[in-house]
């Protein structure tokens, strides 16, 4: 009768660690701008011992991916919020109005602070500033949600069509990520932020205007 008990306290404390261990990891990534901590340091941290590290983690790599992976969660949970929020009734739901949505969505989240983190916390990885791969795989987790979720919602509005305007905006999202995070150095200031300003106006308006061919001499 007291297995379950024991058990349950076990797991908790269990749990209680690995938080520990992983908000160590993101204080000290932050007081110095990029996971360069030793497993000793990050143990004394987060007052545990290296033993404890290794039971839940195979090495300092997978504290960082797991870092990388709770917050690219976390984007693509705020993003849904933000669309919910501004959702079109699906009575009405058409092409134009659900590109305002995500367009909406993505100006009412704070991305520059999650791209701002994701850079920091993958700093020095293979791929250089930005980690495309990393900003792609946050993007095409909220492409799977919303277009699913709009393509529940409307009958209206063909899958295909949802898919490519969907994932137009958020592979776009992706790109200028890395553009960003290149001219700004990932900052969270007034004039990086109004860096994103520029690069997210500049993608919505290609998105929504297209490439129309060039006109001919003729004007034909």
Request: net charge negative; proline share 4%; no cysteine.
């Amino acid at each position: 009768m007291t297995a379950a008990p024991a058990l349950d306290r076990r797991a908790a404390l269990k749990a209680r660690h690995r938080q520990a261990i992983l908000d160590a990891a993101d204080a000290l990534i932050a007081e110095r701008g990029a996971p360069r901590f030793s497993v000793d340091e990050l143990a004394e941290r987060a007052d545990v011992s290296r033993r404890t590290i290794f039971n839940h983690f195979s090495g300092l790599d997978q504290v960082v991916l797991t870092l990388g992976t709770v917050a690219i969660t976390n984007a693509v949970e705020e993003f849904q919020t933000a669309t919910a929020a501004v959702a079109t009734p699906a009575a009405v739901l058409t092409r134009a109005s659900l590109f305002d949505e995500v367009t909406l969505a993505l100006r009412s989240i704070d991305l520059p602070a999650v791209i701002a983190y994701l850079w920091r916390v993958l700093e020095g990885g293979s791929e250089g500033p930005g980690e495309p791969n990393v900003m792609q795989d946050v993007f095409s987790r909220a492409t799977e949600h919303l277009s699913a979720d709009a393509a529940r919602r409307s009958s209206e509005v063909d899958d295909l069509d949802v898919e490519l305007l969907v994932s137009s905006l958020m592979h776009g999202i992706a790109v200028i990520a890395v553009h960003w995070v290149r001219r700004t150095d990932g900052a969270l200031d007034d004039a990086s932020r109004a860096v994103w300003g520029e690069l997210l106006d500049r993608l919505v308006e290609t998105v929504r205007t297209g490439y129309p061919a060039a006109r001919g001499p003729d004007g034909t």
